[in-house]
């Protein structure tokens, strides 16, 4: 039985409880009452399922964003960041700009006296601990190259690279949204290395407004680059883009044998 207030009781009254006072008050039968009663609790349930369906789907985008690798992140939002250098800058090469999560790290700019095919190249230096990226950088408005597929190549080599070097290129949307990026990362140039030649493949759709691209280093060493250059390759040509692997179409290794 439920324990209803006496007259002049002042109580704050739920819904379920609202409904139950009008409904024995009308004189409504038993299975009735509890019929509607039934309802009420259902739809109460299912909205208050659905508010948790959306904060868990909100914390599993969360989630699945903190697992992008940090540097790959970072420099696929380079274009939104107007700059990211801080601190004293040295002269760059005409036309490139000193970008990075961490540039103020790393020291970039020609090297006369390192060059390849008769071209003096430029460099990226590590020079301080430091925990992230320096890349020296450009980019271009999209409009000569929509609809079409770009390569981008150049001559590096490198000196005791601790963690990772190479070049890039990234595709931007009229929105700066994402259509196209490569850094390497997955066939990184790594210790020391003479002099040779590494490519970056991407399709450039038709709402394309931006190309940014360059070459990287993270952690210790230093690596150089020249003989860059920027061109349209036919379909035949595969692309580099770092898009999701393809899922397999069945588990393997289950045993951990190989």
Not at 28 to 51: D, H, P, Y
Not at 65 to 76: F, G, H, L
Not at 162 to 188: C, H, T, V, Y
Request: glycine share 10%; hydrophobic share 35%.
């Amino acid at each position: 039985m439920l324990g209803l207030p006496r007259g002049g009781d002042a109580v704050d009254q739920s819904p379920i409880v609202s409904l139950t006072i009008g409904i024995l008050g009308g004189g409504v039968s038993g299975s009735v009452c509890v019929a509607l009663i039934n309802q009420l609790f259902t739809r109460e349930r299912t909205r208050a399922e659905a508010k948790k369906l959306a904060a868990e789907a909100e914390e599993a985008a969360a989630r699945a964003e903190e697992v992008r690798s940090r540097t790959t992140q970072t420099m696929a939002e380079a274009n939104l960041l107007e700059r990211g250098e801080t601190g004293p800058q040295a002269p760059l090469p005409t036309g490139w700009r000193k970008w990075g999560d961490d540039a103020s790290a790393y020291e970039m700019g020609c090297d006369a006296g390192t060059v390849h095919n008769g071209k003096r190249s430029g460099y990226v230096k590590w020079r301080r601990p430091n925990a992230g990226f320096g890349t020296m950088m450009q980019d271009i408005r999209a409009d000569n190259c929509r609809g079409r597929r770009l390569r981008l190549s150049a001559y590096a080599k490198t000196r005791e690279v601790e963690k990772w070097a190479g070049i890039w290129m990234r595709i931007d949307g009229p929105k700066s949204e994402l259509l196209g990026f490569d850094n390497m990362q997955r066939r990184p140039i790594q210790g020391t290395t003479e002099w040779a030649k590494y490519e970056v493949v991407l399709d450039v759709p038709e709402e394309s407004a931006q190309i940014a691209f360059g070459f990287l280093l993270e952690g210790r060493g230093q690596v150089w680059c020249t003989d860059m250059a920027l061109e349209t390759v036919s379909q035949s040509v595969p692309t580099t883009d770092l898009a999701p692997e393809e899922a397999s179409m069945s588990p393997v290794n289950l045993d951990f044998s190989v």
